[in-house]
């Protein structure tokens, strides 16, 4: 029995394969699913557990047999904008999705098919995105641009249940406040919503409020409407935190800085985070300096960063937790296996974009990837925000793979070292940590170390933890 125990390949046991089935990438899990019977069924489920479109074409050209046999498996379905592909969900085997991102527009049938799908996964879905084709008003009359609210309601035997949704993205689309109410009474757990270009019309019957939303995404138009005859989207979410409003309006803010404030008062009293967006480089200044308080996190379009900007977001010096802009690179990637670019329009005024950490004490995530420090300026300052856990940003200098690797190494090292002092333990000497080293890689290191909370550092090649 020993000679058998101590000869026993571990990929032999089924708990042990299943359970790293899930680290391993589809090609690396296709491999192992031919080795043996055993080891397709534990490695089959990685084959089918997320479905990309963009990225798996094909999907749409298997048999309906096969997808009766592993529908089951899929979990997550990306960008199916076509009528085929919508099809090939449509199979009565697909029955356990918790994502689903699908176009509902393109035709009368493909509507049909994708709430179909909607319908039957309710059970399970926990995030789902419906979107159309850019659309004019009068497209947005049409059926295919209509919210079928009943697909998005779980039932059984007649019976209404609630649905474990938790975000829920509609583009292009058009419902009515009721509609709306119907959908939130049925998604108790709905944590974030977004109404990208989406019409809520008509006026509600019957007052509702939901309780545990969170995050509400809308543009500033349908927000704010001008004249104040229609129900306000706030009045349903009274523990929101966190708006995310864009405009492509030209000129000043409409609707007025006034109303907004108004309104944000009486319905949204826990509103502390903002993802301001727009054409016209005016709502982030006016709602900072004139609408908004204990303002904690901001979001912002980089190429937008002025000096005004950041004055008015120092307006906030004592409560800012978070900074951050959009991304709009297609196809960004922190994580992907190379460097990455920097488009910084604000360079020479770095300088000013240090009164932030300089000046903000609770600030927690420095995140703006698009900025390049020059640490000749960030030197020149104490950084205040001690608890600091997120830094994302390049660093001149730093301009290589093997630079930033170098410098992550020393911080990790140092990170160490600290960690051995607090625990009591005989320090290890580091050879290559000269307090004198001016090199960039010893300077950012340095200060890096000055952050005992810092978990989260990217510099411009993937994300790095201390240890």
Not at 15 to 20: F, G, M, N, Q, T
Not at 401 to 427: D, S, T, Y
Request: a neutral charge.
């Amino acid at each position: 029995m020993a000679n058998t125990a101590s000869t026993m390949n571990p990929f032999d046991l089924p708990e042990l394969r299943h359970r790293i089935s899930r680290f391993f990438s589809v090609k690396d899990a296709v491999a192992c699913a031919l080795v043996s019977q055993s080891w397709a069924d534990d490695f089959i489920s990685v084959i089918w557990f997320k479905i990309d479109f963009d990225v798996h074409p094909r999907f749409a050209d298997l048999s309906p047999d096969i997808v009766s046999k592993h529908g089951h498996l899929i979990r997550i379905v990306k960008n199916a904008k076509t009528p085929r592909q919508a099809h090939a969900l449509a199979n009565e085997g697909v029955h356990s999705l918790r994502e689903l991102r699908a176009e509902t527009s393109i035709s009368a049938i493909q509507h049909e098919q994708v709430y179909e799908i909607v319908a039957r996964n309710n059970p399970s879905l926990e995030h789902l995105y419906l979107f159309a084709r850019t659309a004019t008003s009068i497209l947005l009359e049409s059926p295919t641009h209509s919210v079928v609210v009943s697909a998005l309601i779980p039932s059984s035997s007649g019976t209404r249940r609630t649905s474990p949704l938790k975000t829920l993205r509609l583009k292009y689309q058009r419902l009515t406040h009721d509609d709306l109410i119907a959908i939130l009474q049925a998604c108790p757990k709905l944590y974030e919503l977004r109404l990208g270009h989406t019409a809520v019309v008509g006026k509600p019957t019957l007052p509702f409020q939901h309780e545990y939303l969170k995050v509400l995404g809308s543009s500033l138009d349908s927000l704010f409407q001008v004249p104040q005859h229609a129900h306000s989207l706030l009045s349903y979410f009274p523990s929101m935190t966190t708006l995310a409003a864009f405009s492509y309006t030209q000129g000043s803010l409409r609707p007025p800085a006034t109303m907004v404030k108004e309104e944000i008062s009486r319905y949204c009293p826990q509103l502390t985070g903002y993802y301001l967006e727009d054409s016209a480089r005016t709502i982030v200044p006016t709602f900072l300096t004139d609408i908004v308080s204990d303002v904690e996190v901001v979001c912002f379009l980089y190429h937008h960063l002025s000096l005004k900007i950041i004055n008015a977001i120092l307006l906030h010096h004592s409560t800012l937790k978070n900074i951050k802009h959009f991304n709009q690179q297609t196809n960004f990637d922190l994580e992907k296996d190379e460097l990455g670019v920097v488009t910084d329009h604000f360079k020479e005024s770095g300088k000013h974009l240090q009164l932030i950490p300089r000046y903000c004490p609770a600030l927690k995530e420095f995140d703006l990837p698009g900025h390049e420090m020059d640490m000749d300026e960030v030197e020149l300052g104490t950084w205040v925000c001690k608890d600091l856990k997120t830094l994302r940003v390049r660093i001149k200098g730093l301009d290589t793979k093997e630079k930033i690797l170098m410098a992550i190494a020393l911080w990790r090292k140092g990170c160490w070292q600290r960690w051995q002092e607090k625990a009591g333990m005989a320090v290890e000497a580091m050879d290559d940590q000269d307090p004198a080293d001016m090199s960039i890689e010893a300077r950012v290191a340095r200060h890096l170390l000055k952050f005992d909370k810092l978990w989260s550092v990217w510099l411009g090649y993937q994300t790095w933890n201390p240890i």
